[in-house]
Nanobody, 118 residues
Framework: QVQVVESGGGLVQAGGSLRLSCKVS????????MGWYRQAPGKQREMVALILRGGGTDYTDSVKGRFTISRDNAQNTVHLQMASLKPEDTAVYYC????????????WGQGTQVTVSS
């Protein structure tokens, strides 16, 4: 069973930085497209950043230039470096691993809280 575990959330002041990490327990990490999603209270879950198995990336417009997603296939890990944080970035952040060859197969972490104070 594949497990996805996030870490690195916390409380930070506006303008600050945080680095989220996500570790996936699998022998075939390289086949997964990885993503970070977030859900704020009363809002739907939204995609924040994606990194494909080949290294291509995509970001939602509101975080472009502030967030950077990266992956380390040797460590089965994906990171989300967040800078210039804003109160509207406050949410529970979830890591997603999607099998690139069978997109219906995907796994979610339990989420990590990010709170940005003004």
């Amino acid at each position: 069973q594949v497990q996805v575990v996030e870490s690195g959330g916390g409380l930070v002041q506006a303008g600050g930085s945080l680095r989220l990490s996500c570790k996936v327990s699998t022998n075939i990490f390289s086949i997964f497209n990885m993503g970070w999603y977030r859900q704020a209270p009363g809002k739907q879950r939204e995609m924040v950043a994606l990194i494909l198995r080949g290294g291509g990336t995509d970001y939602t417009d509101s975080v472009k230039g502030r967030f950077t997603i990266s992956r380390d296939n040797a460590q089965n890990t994906v990171h989300l470096q967040m800078a210039s944080l804003k109160p509207e970035d406050t949410a529970v952040y979830y890591c997603n691993a999607q099998n690139a060859f069978n997109p219906r197969t995907e796994y979610w972490g339990q989420g990590t809280q990010v709170t940005v104070s003004s």
